[in-house]
């Protein structure tokens, strides 16, 4: 018998997650490949097929604020995401995320250098050659961490 070691991340999301970076200060952190069940948790009845996803399923990227909280969830999708199995398991992955109030949004490179970063209510593209649409991406990435974070504190404050 044999195991060896093998590489986190590959090198697409290696580049997003240099990307992320760039967009968040010193009071966020991104973790990667974070199971579900780490940070979601079942609070009342959840059907069968969501309980076992919740288990067994990961996120490729989790931002959390500076005390660990989690702000906002990135996919990276490619062209494995395109079966019927594949959108499945990314429905469900949206559902679970949308009851535990977390947000969810995607990343993928379409055409040749284009990375579209896309909510259900918005998209954005950022041309990697030219940087064009750089600070639009890196807007709504922000956002979505702002939104939370604050949303968080008024549900606190309340």
């Known amino acids: 018998m044999s195991v ?6 590959n090198p697409y999301e290696e580049r997003m997650l240099e990307f992320l970076q760039t967009c968040l200060n ?11 069940c780490q940070f979601c948790e079942i609070e009342r009845f959840l059907y069968c097929d969501l309980r ?4 067994s399923s990961s996120v490729d990227a989790l931002i959390t604020d ?13 062209q494995y995401h395109d079966s019927a199995e594949a959108k499945e398991r990314d429905r469900k992955k949206s559902v679970l995320l ?26 954005v593209v950022f041309n990697l050659f030219t940087g064009q649409g750089r600070e639009k991406a890196q807007a709504l990435i922000k956002k979505y961490c702002q939104k939370f974070t604050y949303s968080k504190l008024e549900v606190a404050a309340c």
Do not use: M
């Open 4 to 9: 060896k070691t093998k590489r986190l991340v």
């Open 26 to 36: 010193a009071n966020y952190k991104i973790h990667t490949q974070v199971s579900l």
């Open 52 to 55: 076992k996803f919740l288990f």
């Open 66 to 78: 500076d005390s660990y909280n989690p702000c906002l969830v990135i996919e990276f999708q490619s």
């Open 98 to 123: 949308h009851l535990a109030g977390v947000p969810l949004i995607y990343s993928r490179i379409k055409d040749f250098g284009l990375l579209h970063i896309y909510s259900d209510d918005e998209e």
